[in-house]
């Protein structure tokens, strides 16, 4: 890929925080992390046990006679992991020094146990010492602890993992990742507080001071109805998961947790839960805005009934199915449910998992999904992960072949769209504006109307007439008959779904990539449409006996 041009940079620099470009250039100077001293005498259990069995692994991690599988990506290892492996990818590598396969309940306290030793005595520097897999690895490995059963360790072996953990912990308090803020921010205060609830004596103290800059963050980073500020229904599930794990062992700390932390806690899970249910489909899965993909995360029934253990329920947003400061809406009626995309790329300093998905949709009948957005393959630069933040990739507008925002890189944002959220009429209406980074004197105006037998859609290009291409990404296996600008999809259970399409546009089907997990592409048909920009464009949707 071509490097970005100083325009480029310098329109993604604007929008940094002072404190991440400090700590930016800090990170730069520093250079690797370095691990603090291991504490010569290890911190002593606050916490023993739990009252309710934390999550399994997520879906993606598996651990089977030696080989390893993360991200759809499986090396065989045989029985000693070689923890600086690097041919699968940064992110691979993040992911298996995260250890969240290693509370698969099929794996064996032993094979657990000597895996988790192994770690702490092969692997002294390099990737796992990152602040981001340190605080998700603190969780998994606090989790394991608190099970009972899960390692069967001696003695001697807990004392070695607690020295571990408090090392862990102490580099991690050294190296918070406040360049870039936002989930990664998030996580490493969860983590320390996590140790500092686990933990008694100096070392618990120390850690759980920083649980008043947990609470700030929690209210920064999920305002309003409870979507987390970066707008990916993934990342939501995988942040909520990570509040619930706190409050569980605030819960656990018979009294020592402060009470502002633990109101805070189940403050954020039940606005968080509620905003989940916003996020997902009759299926039962999130949907795969903003790099979300499935298998990751823990799925929305079981984070539902988790967060019941705990006894948090979820509260509801004032106005059903509107998530306004994420910028997301629900309508549903009858047989029918859509999430539609109403804002830009969020937060400002720290657009990492934004699309040019405004004004895109997602539309389910029943529990079957028919129009998807594309999901993600992988974080590396390159074609994949191009075309899967592209606006074309979504079920949105491409006007005069521009981007809606400037994306670049693998988690880059120069150049901004204007999103507007115009009106709402929560679960029957929405109606929204967007105006791209580079063509800010037309406006893309959407309205959604859906109704007991369908759907209707309604796209007008104001200002300035510019051409347009319209996508209309279909789930896999919906094979569409294409006559002129009417669409009939034959659907499995019979009949079939009949869509007109805007009559000003000229029509074909592309067979494209879709990525519903990290590392899968599937091959699905996309309704294309070319148009000169002028008049309405008018959708409508409906099911055919």
Not at 367 to 382: A, K, L
Not at 384 to 399: F, G, I
Request: with cysteine; proline share 8%.
């Amino acid at each position: 890929m071509s490097p970005p041009s100083p325009g480029t940079v310098l329109r993604s620099l604007r929008h940094y925080r002072p404190v991440q470009l400090l700590h930016q250039l800090r990170h730069v100077v520093a250079g690797t992390v370095r691990p603090a001293p291991t504490p010569p005498v290890p911190p002593e259990w606050a916490l023993r046990d739990v009252r309710t069995p934390f999550l399994g692994a997520p879906d993606h991690a598996r651990l089977r006679d030696g080989s390893l599988t993360l991200l759809n990506h499986s090396v065989l290892f045989g029985e000693r992991i070689d923890w600086d492996h690097a041919d699968a990818g940064p992110l691979w590598a993040f992911h298996l020094h995260q250890f969240d396969w290693a509370r698969d309940p099929a794996l064996a306290p032993a094979v657990r146990r000597a895996h988790l030793l192994d770690w702490i005595e092969r692997h002294r520097t390099g990737i796992g010492w990152r602040p981001g897999p340190i605080s998700l690895r603190t969780l998994a490995w606090l989790k394991l602890l608190l099970t009972p059963g899960a390692l069967e360790l001696s003695d001697a072996d807990d004392g070695r993992v607690r020295a571990s953990l408090a090392c862990q912990l102490d580099t991690l308090s050294h190296h918070l990742e406040r360049r870039l803020l936002a989930n990664h921010y998030l996580s490493n205060l969860l983590a320390l507080t996590a140790g500092g609830l686990a933990f008694g004596g100096a070392a618990g103290d120390r850690w759980l001071g920083f649980a008043p800059q947990l609470v700030a963050e929690l209210a920064e980073q999920f305002p309003g109805e409870g979507a987390h500020l970066e707008r990916s229904p993934m990342y939501h599930a995988l942040l909520l998961e990570g509040v619930l794990d706190v409050l569980h062992l605030a819960q656990a700390a018979l009294g020592w947790a402060p009470a502002e932390l633990e109101q805070a806690l189940r403050d954020t899970a039940a606005r968080g839960l509620a905003a989940l249910a916003v996020y997902s489909h009759p299926d039962g899965e999130i949907a795969l805005f903003g790099d979300s993909a499935r298998g990751i995360a823990s799925r929305p029934g079981d984070l539902a009934r988790y967060a019941a253990s705990l006894g948090v329920q979820p509260r509801a947003p004032d106005r059903p199915g509107v998530l306004e400061a994420a910028g997301y809406v629900r309508l549903a009626r009858g047989p029918w449910s859509l999430l539609l995309s109403v804002a830009g790329p969020l937060p400002a300093y720290q657009p990492g998992h934004a699309h040019c998905d405004a004004l895109a949709f997602e539309l389910c009948l029943g529990r079957d999904r028919v129009v998807t957005d594309t999901g993600v393959f992988e974080y590396v630069p390159g074609p994949r992960r191009t075309w899967s933040r592209s606006t074309r990739a979504h079920a949105t507008l491409e006007v005069a072949g521009r981007e809606q925002a400037e994306i670049w890189s693998g988690h880059r944002v120069g150049g901004r769209p204007r999103v507007e959220l115009a009106a709402v009429e929560p679960g029957i209406r929405v109606e929204a504006t967007c105006a791209g980074w580079a063509t800010p004197d037309t406006r893309h105006r959407r309205v959604l109307s859906l109704g007991e037998d369908g759907l209707e859609v309604i796209d007008c290009l104001e200002g300035r007439a510019r051409r347009a291409v319209l996508s209309l990404p279909l789930a896999p296996g919906l094979d569409p008959v294409l006559a002129g600008s009417e669409a009939r999809l034959p659907l499995a259970g019979g009949g079939s779904l009949r869509i007109e399409l805007p009559s000003a546009a000229r029509w074909r089907t592309e067979v494209l990539e879709y990525y519903p997990e990290f590392g899968r592409s599937v091959e699905r048909a996309v309704l294309i449409g070319e148009s000169d920009g002028e008049g309405r464009h008018v959708w409508r949707f409906r099911l055919s006996r």
